[in-house]
């Protein structure tokens, strides 16, 4: 059974995309702590990150390497935080999120309420650093 990743990859969902290549996917999370608030997940369904072969793990740190320097320079913030949790979608990948402090990194603060055009404004705000 696919995931809702997995269906986001092959189109079947839609999402806001913020970048892509032939290993690796970035959308904007529909739930998310800031504006900017990325996913960054492999085309390749993995349910736990570290199942990941050595060679993903690096390349994916490296795709979300280029997409965090995008979301810096779209939305500006002292960094980027990144967190790898994985319970709540079967399917391994990394939060990347603005932040002003650590605070902005606690997956239990209410989350953004956002418009559909407030959401391609920030994935297309973003790509246009990348």
Known sequence: MATIFSKIVAGEIPSYKVAEDEQFYAF??????????TLVIP???V????????????????????????IKKAFPCIKVG???????VPHAHIHLVPMQSERDML???QKLKLTQEEFEDIAKRINEFL
Do not use: W
């Open 47 to 70: 349910d736990y990150f570290f199942d990941l072969t050595d060679e993903e793990i690096a390349a994916m740190q490296v795709f979300a390497k280029k997409v965090a320097a995008g």
């Open 82 to 88: 990144q967190a790898v949790l994985g319970l709540e």
């Open 107 to 109: 997956f239990t603060n």
């Open 28 to 37: 904007l999370d529909i739930n998310p702590l800031a504006k900017g608030h």
């Open 43 to 45: 085309k390749r369904e």
